[in-house]
């Protein structure tokens, strides 16, 4: 809206706004704040209007052509592959390898961990049945996970308003941690009841 006032888009405004006073104060590692100016750069600045601009060196991610309306751009955002590749972030392509292998990883331990436990007994000679042990794990999850956030008392003390922009900063992660604890239980719960038998 303040930016309407100028002939001129404000880029270094607009950087500083957004990797400084908004995401700044939730950004605490000064190597990480460096980080996001540097990568801001590449998107505040005039030639984000050329029709066709990559916002990353394959060309798979750009810019929408010419003036689009709220409608065009949603469409566009749809078309962008659902699978972020690591040049998005500035990463190289090894990134990617680096993070499935963790992935499989932990998919593999987490295998092992429920065929360890089961005992090979069939409950026979005194070793759990998998579901039993997936419940058990199930059951361990979900008393580790806490309780959801009460956003209410903060929205009250600190509102979301246009003419004190530090409000947004407290609220803002808890909103998204809230919904997490609840979310778990129930993915944790839900993992438990399909592995029991009818």
């Known amino acids: 809206m303040m930016l309407d006032q100028y002939e001129t888009d404000q880029f270094k405004a607009l950087q500083y706004l957004i ?36 916002l990353s060196p394959s060309g798979n991610y750009t810019c929408p052509d010419g003036q689009p309306t709220y409608d065009e751009v949603m469409e566009w955002i749809g078309g962008l592959p659902a699978g972020q590749e690591p040049e998005v972030f500035g990463l190289h392509d090894n990134a990617d390898i680096t993070k499935d292998q963790q992935e499989t990883d932990y998919l593999c331990d987490t295998l092992l961990l ?28 979900v008393a580790r996970v806490p309780l959801p956030f009460d956003n209410e008392p903060l929205l009250k003390r600190f509102p979301i308003r246009f ?26 719960r839900g993992g438990g009841r399909c592995w029991r038998r009818s």
Do not use: F
Request: hydrophobic share 30%.
């Open 19 to 54: 990797c400084e006073c908004n995401y700044g104060g939730r950004v605490t590692d000064d190597k990480d704040r460096r980080y996001l100016n540097c990568a801001m750069a590449d998107y505040y600045l005039p030639a984000a209007y050329t029709d066709g601009y990559a």
């Open 114 to 141: 429920t065929e360890e436990q089961g005992g090979g007994g069939g409950g026979a000679a005194g070793g759990k049945s998998e579901e039993e042990v997936l419940l058990e794990v199930s059951g361990e999850i």
């Open 163 to 188: 003419d004190e922009s530090m409000n947004t900063v407290p609220p803002a992660p808890l909103a998204s941690l809230s919904s997490r604890p609840g979310a778990e239980r129930a993915g944790a």
